[in-house]
């Protein structure tokens, strides 16, 4: 079984940027996407950002240019640089990683101010 700390949230202003890490611990098993998704109040969980263990990259539109994902796979740690945020980024930010099952972190909130 894989456990996923995240840790990096917090409140910024707009405009502002902050840089989340997710440690995944545990594994029995390759870990192979890892990634972050984020689901603001009343809205459902989107995706923002995933990278393979080749490092292959996808953002979501919303993101794109500004979000920049990245991984230490000895570390098995994957972080997501977040910059020149806009109040609508404000959500629970969770790390994702796929292995033997889904697993998924408790989450950390990410609040930007305008």
């Known amino acids: 079984q894989v456990q996923l700390l995240e840790s990096g949230g917090g409140l910024v202003q707009a405009g502002g940027s902050l840089r989340l890490s997710c440690l995944a611990s545990?594994?029995?098993?390759?870990?192979?996407?890892m990634g972050w998704y984020r689901q603001a109040p009343g809205k459902q969980r989107e995706l923002v950002a995933t990278?393979?263990?080749?490092?292959?990259?996808y953002y979501s539109d919303s993101v794109k240019g500004r979000f920049t994902i990245s991984r230490d796979n000895a570390r098995k740690t994957v972080y997501l640089q977040m910059n020149s945020l806009k109040p609508e980024d404000t959500a629970v930010y969770y790390c994702n990683a796929e292995s033997d099952y889904s697993y998924w972190g408790q989450g950390t909130q990410v609040t930007v101010s305008s």
């Open positions: 990278i393979t263990s080749r490092g292959f990259t």
């Open positions: 545990g594994s029995r098993f390759s870990i192979n996407a």
